[in-house]
């Protein structure tokens, strides 16, 4: 029951923070009609039948072509907490083929408006549950996509893109 009731208190604190910007929250579908974009992942499959009638149906890998509906439709930033579906991985401590997951877009943000948003969510986050978790003072450190993959690749992403 414990581990319910921090979940939930967590997933309050999640909804808090984006509403406090005004965000709007989507709840997507967790059935689709068609196949997920990622070539990487695997999704779970059912059938739907109705008067002889059969129609494949996808789970839901991320809430991302949900909210990218909206979007599309002008809704502006938002954000889900949803239900997400990964076939073929295997499952662990630390990893389900259901789980719950958060995305949100913001409307023209760049690479550093996402990485104040995750700070800002995780010192939220970490105050609502009673600062439980010893975060580092100050902002948190910021690094380039490209700097990272010099870092530890030995080559920038635009570099290793260009080579394809």
């Not at 319910?4 to 709007?24: G, P, S, T």
């Not at 008067?51 to 509906?69: Q, V």
């Not at 990893?95 to 104040?116: G, P």
């Amino acid at each position: 029951m414990e581990k319910y009731l921090v979940r939930e208190k967590i997933i309050q604190a999640i909804r808090e923070f984006f509403y406090k910007q005004n965000f709007h929250e989507v709840i997507p579908p967790l059935l689709n009609k068609a196949l997920p974009l990622e070539p990487n992942l695997k999704p779970f499959l059912t059938t739907h039948e109705y008067k002889g009638t059969k129609e494949t149906l996808y789970l839901a890998m991320s809430p991302e072509r949900g909210i990218k509906h909206m979007l599309a439709m002008g809704l502006g930033n938002c954000f889900s907490i949803s239900k997400a579906f990964r076939n073929y991985e295997r499952v662990g401590l630390l990893h389900l083929n259901e789980f719950t997951m958060l995305e949100w877009y913001r409307k023209s943000a760049m690479d550093l408006d996402i990485m104040n948003d995750v700070e800002k969510l995780m010192q939220t986050v970490n105050k609502k549950m009673g600062n439980k978790v010893a975060m580092k003072e100050g902002p948190f450190q910021r690094i380039s996509l490209n700097s990272l993959f010099k870092e530890k690749v030995g080559v920038t992403l635009e570099e290793l893109l260009k080579n394809e």
